[in-house]
């Protein structure tokens, strides 16, 4: 059974930073490009951003390049958002995806996952 699990989220103050991990098991983790995709309350999701199998390019979403950083170490079969300087509109759940298809390329479109994670909150405020 495929699993993504997120974790790390919390309430944090304007300018904090935080950062999520998504453990994933029964999938092939290596082989697959992993992104991060963000929902706030009566929003529809938004890509937050997306690495390739070796982390040789990392995509970001125009509203947190510069502030969030994607990792991954695929021996922990680990994906990582690093979120700096936190603003109350990152407010959101934030979700992992596995990209639909197996050494495929980075997407920022919803379709192109098919294995999503549980999410976790992130909620800025002071």
């Known amino acids: 059974q495929v699993q993504l699990v997120e974790s790390g989220g919390g309430l944090v103050q304007p300018g904090d930073s935080l950062r999520l991990s998504c453990v994933a098991s029964?999938?092939?983790?290596?082989?697959?490009?992993m992104g991060w995709f963000r929902q706030a309350p009566g929003k529809e999701r938004e890509f937050v951003g997306t690495i390739t199998r070796t982390s040789s390019y990392i995509d970001y979403g125009d509203s947190v390049k510069g502030r969030f950083a994607i990792s991954r170490v695929n021996a922990k079969n680990t994906v990582y958002l690093q979120m700096n300087s936190l603003k109350p509109e990152d407010t959101a759940v934030y979700y992992c995806?596995?990209?639909?298809?197996?050494?495929?390329?980075?997407?920022?479109?919803?379709?192109?996952?098919?294995?999503w994670g549980q999410g976790t909150q992130v909620t800025v405020s002071a």
């Open positions: 029964g999938l092939d983790f290596r082989n697959y490009p």
């Open positions: 995806a596995a990209h639909r298809r197996r050494y495929g390329g980075t997407s920022r479109q919803i379709d192109d996952y098919d294995t």
